[in-house]
Nanobody
Framework: VQLQASGGGLVQAGGSLRLSCELPDSTLAEHTIAWYKQPPGKRREHVAVIAGTGRTNYADAVKGRFTVSREHARRMVYLQMNSLKPEDTAVYYC???????????WGQGTLVTVSS
């Protein structure tokens, strides 16, 4: 099982995008899900996380600009990204967060490009 992120695209600085992550298996419905980003030439890093309870946490660089949410009934997790900056440019991925790292093989990410 892999989680596939979608919804990326090209946007100007200050713009918004909403990324989506579908949970293909109902057993994942209560798992903690994290969003990661991998900027060009850099390592993948944590962006935001949402627990099955709805509790959230964010990297300092995106606090106040990004919001992670989930719809249990539709098995969807979202990342609303506002006030985008060029440094947000990256491939974004979603994955199960075990607390010590990703829990599934990496799926296909979605490219977000923010132009200045």
């Amino acid at each position: 099982v892999q989680l596939q992120a979608s919804g990326g695209g090209l946007v100007q600085a200050g713009g918004s995008l909403r990324l989506s992550c579908e949970l293909p298996d109902s057993t994942l419905a209560e798992h903690t899900i994290a969003w990661y980003k991998q900027p060009p030439g850099k390592r993948r890093e944590h962006v935001a996380v949402i627990a099955g309870t709805g509790r959230t946490n964010y990297a300092d660089a995106v606090k106040g600009r990004f919001t992670v949410s989930r719809e249990h009934a539709r098995r969807m997790v979202y990342l609303q990204m506002n006030s985008l900056k060029p440094e947000d440019t990256a491939v974004y991925y979603c994955n199960v967060d075990t607390g010590v790292g990703p829990g599934l093989p990496w799926g296909q990410g979605t490219l977000v490009t923010v132009s200045s």
